[in-house]
C-alpha cells in the first residue's frame, strides 16, 4: 500500500474515506487509534493508504476533489 495523505484532520479522513469508497478503491486509514497515545492532541496524523495499483486514480480522485494539496508529495 502507498500513502495517498497524512493529516490530524478528521473531516478530511472521512471526506476521503467517502471519496474511496464511491470510487470502489480499498484502502485503510492508518494510526487511527494513534490518539489514545498523544491524549487527542492531534500531534500524531492519521495516513490514508491506497493499493499500488489503485495510486494515480485515487490521486485523481482527490483533485477532481479539489483536495490535490492534500496529496503526499503533492
Do not use: C, H, W, Y
Request: charged share 30%; proline share 1%.
Amino acid at each position: 500500500m502507498i500513502e495517498l495523505v497524512r493529516t490530524n484532520d478528521a473531516v478530511l479522513i472521512s471526506f476521503i474515506e467517502a471519496l474511496m469508497r464511491d470510487a470502489g478503491i480499498e484502502f485503510l486509514v492508518a494510526d487511527q487509534n494513534m490518539s489514545v497515545l498523544d491524549g487527542s492532541i492531534g500531534v500524531l496524523p492519521r495516513r490514508v493508504l491506497v493499493v499500488d495499483d489503485d495510486i494515480d486514480e485515487a490521486r485523481k480522485i482527490l483533485a477532481d476533489a479539489g483536495i490535490a494539496n492534500e496529496i503526499k508529495g503533492a
